[in-house]
């Protein structure tokens, strides 16, 4: 998952390795801010249940499930054996999951497509223009984001979600109606996305439950070994228990990275 941070400045940068990407339907612009560095912009947008609830449930996990990546790599990173109360508290998430509202990165370096009303959009500073132009005015707005990395400070973290896809069609248009269509086969090819990705993660969960299975049938036939054996063979109750602790780490990292 993160990989080992790297000092950059005053923080260090922990980068995710193969970066889970969401695809987010509706959403509402809260605010927009201009990055310090004036190189794009932050968006602070709401993310609505009624159309992304299980979007929501996977950013909720993504957040538990690198508070105990932190704490597992915390004595190699940080010389220090951090515990999850300590961690939480200094961890910012991705997702507020009371506002329903995430912080996310808009930049020329990360943007791959840019639409409006079915035009291609090249600038940044002209969607942000179209964004605010349109604050006021009935817009359906999706977006794909990419998880960028952690930013580890002295007293806080920060999850880094930038947008690689933003589409903005204007409902009030007339013009856009024509774009019906297309928005359909838009959700058709997001749905065969999700299916595929839905197959690919059954057949992990099959291939976890047939490992954990064989675990537990070789574990119960180490411990029988071990109630019958005889008490003065060292050697055999010592490599019998190595397999066994092998075993049991084996089955707790399955259990552990299996949903």
Not at 152 to 165: A, C
Request: hydrophobic share 35%; glycine share 0%; with cysteine.
């Amino acid at each position: 998952m993160l990989q080992e941070p790297i000092k950059r400045n005053n923080k260090l940068i922990s980068i995710y390795k193969n970066p889970p990407t969401k695809n987010i339907t509706d959403v509402k612009i809260k605010a927009v801010n201009k990055l310090f560095n004036n190189n794009g912009y932050y968006l602070n947008i709401y993310i609505s249940p009624q159309n992304n609830n299980d979007i929501i449930n996977e950013l909720l996990l993504f957040d538990k499930e690198l508070i105990l990546e932190i704490e597992k790599n915390s004595l190699k990173w940080f010389n220090t054996q951090f515990d999850i109360n300590e961690i939480s508290e200094l961890y910012s998430k991705s997702l507020c999951n009371q506002t329903k509202t995430i912080s996310i990165i808009l930049t020329k370096k990360h943007i791959k497509n840019m639409m409006y009303n079915n035009k291609k959009i090249t600038e940044i500073d002209e969607i942000i223009t179209l964004l605010n132009d349109n604050s006021n005015k009935k817009c359906l707005i999706n977006i794909s984001i990419e998880y960028y990395g952690l930013y580890i400070y002295s007293e806080s973290t920060s999850n880094k979600w930038v947008i690689t896809k933003i589409d903005i069609t204007n409902i009030d248009d007339e013009e856009s109606i024509v774009s019906i269509d297309e928005l359909i086969d838009n959700y058709i090819d997001r749905t065969r996305d999700i299916n595929i990705k839905c197959k690919n993660k059954l057949q992990e969960l099959t291939n976890d439950i047939e490992n954990i299975k064989k675990n537990m049938k070789d574990i119960d036939n180490i411990i029988e070994i071990l109630d019958n054996i005889d008490i003065t063979n060292k050697t055999r109750i010592n490599n019998n228990l190595i397999k066994l602790n092998e075993l049991i780490l084996k089955q707790e990292t399955i259990i552990k990275t299996s949903h």
